[in-house]
């Protein structure tokens, strides 16, 4: 097997918090880190890492945000791309994510470890594939938990124009993706605080709280 290709990171860490009457999604704390701080930790392999976002970020670490603010995660992995190629970083691959994954850990593990695996098979083809992202329990992509071709990311921008406002569905609709399936747990995100209190409590009790599936069965 041939090394595995280096990896680029953007993490989204914008939008209102509307649903947490409008306090910084990074800035929330869960099992006693920053919710951005647990997804830099699942990326810690990465070459080099920026933050699209207004919060601050470890030593290190590139930040940038998107201008005009509030664009969209389209429009903030545009500036993400740029904030890397002003660090002069040019991994063959960028990992996109974003930064309120409830347990980023596990979730990001299984992406790099099925897309390190491909990448450094003699046995499997990967030239027509543009990218790696897990899907939910319906098999819908989730393209915020996905490693993709950096060169397949750059011209999807070019085909959209302006990336303001623009849906990550559009930007993917070229795209030639390998899908991975995925648990509730693995794909769930933190929106609300009872959503926060929830996973509080399965962290710190993790023998006695139902999983996210669990729950899910339940309503």
Do not use: Y
Not at 195 to 208: F, I, S, T, V
Request: aromatic residues 4%; proline residues 6%; negative net charge.
């Amino acid at each position: 097997m041939n090394d595995p290709a280096p990896f680029d990171a953007v993490i989204l860490a914008g939008g209102t918090g509307s649903r947490l009457g409008g306090a910084s999604k990074a800035d929330l704390e869960l099992d006693g880190q920053r919710l951005l701080d647990r997804v830099l930790v699942a990326v810690a392999d990465a070459d080099a890492i920026a933050v699209v976002g207004d919060v601050a970020v470890p030593d290190g670490v590139h930040r940038t945000l998107e201008d005009p603010p509030r664009g969209g995660p389209v429009a903030g992995l545009a500036a993400g791309l740029s904030e890397l190629d002003a660090g002069g970083s040019s991994a063959e691959w960028t990992l996109l994510a974003s930064c309120d994954l409830a347990n980023p850990l596990p979730a990001l593990g299984r992406l790099l470890a099925a897309w390190s695996f491909a990448v450094r098979s003699e046995e499997v083809t990967t030239d027509e594939h543009d990218g790696w992202c897990l899907a939910d329990a319906d098999d819908r992509p989730q393209w915020l938990l996905g490693i993709h071709r950096t060169s397949t990311l750059r011209r999807a921008l070019e085909r959209l124009g302006s990336p303001r406002d623009r849906s990550l569905r559009e930007l993917f609709a070229e795209a030639t993706l390998v899908t991975l399936p995925a648990s509730r747990d693995d794909v769930a995100d933190i929106d609300t605080w009872a959503e926060l209190a929830r996973w509080a409590e399965r962290l710190e009790h993790p023998q006695d709280a139902p999983s996210e599936s669990a729950q899910q069965e339940e309503r």
